[in-house]
């Protein structure tokens, strides 16, 4: 079966770093693009960054220069690097992953990630 799982998240202070990995298997992984997303108590579920499938890379506003997502297809995975990270950044991160052609997508189940002032 189709499995996705996310990790790295943890407590970090104000200004610290994290590196989360979202892990697949069962799945050509080489053909879908990948997002992360990320959700807060009481907000909406936030797009933060995509990578596509040829690599070309993008990222919401609020994260730009800070964030940096890449993946390793030998791997099967994709990562998100979190530097200069705020308390607003605060939230559960999940992992998403997109075949267009035909249509597919794939959800992990998340990682917590608390950032204190």
């Known amino acids: 079966q189709v499995q996705v799982v996310e990790s790295g998240g943890g407590f970090v202070q104000a200004g610290g770093s994290l590196r989360l990995s979202c892990a697949a298997s069962?799945?050509?992984?080489?053909?879908?693009?990948i997002n992360w997303y990320r959700q807060a108590p009481g907000n909406q579920r936030e797009l933060v960054a995509g990578?596509?499938?040829?690599?070309?890379?993008d990222y919401t506003d609020s994260v730009k220069g800070r964030f940096t997502i890449s993946r390793d297809n030998a791997k099967n995975t994709v990562y998100l690097q979190m530097n200069s990270l705020k308390p607003e950044d605060t939230a559960v991160y999940y992992c998403?992953?997109?075949?267009?052609?035909?249509?597919?997508?794939?959800w992990g189940k998340g990682t917590l990630v608390t950032v204190s002032s």
């Open positions: 998403n992953l997109i075949r267009r052609t035909p249509a597919l997508n794939f």
């Open positions: 069962g799945i050509i992984f080489s053909n879908y693009a």
């Open positions: 990578i596509s499938t040829t690599g070309s890379t």
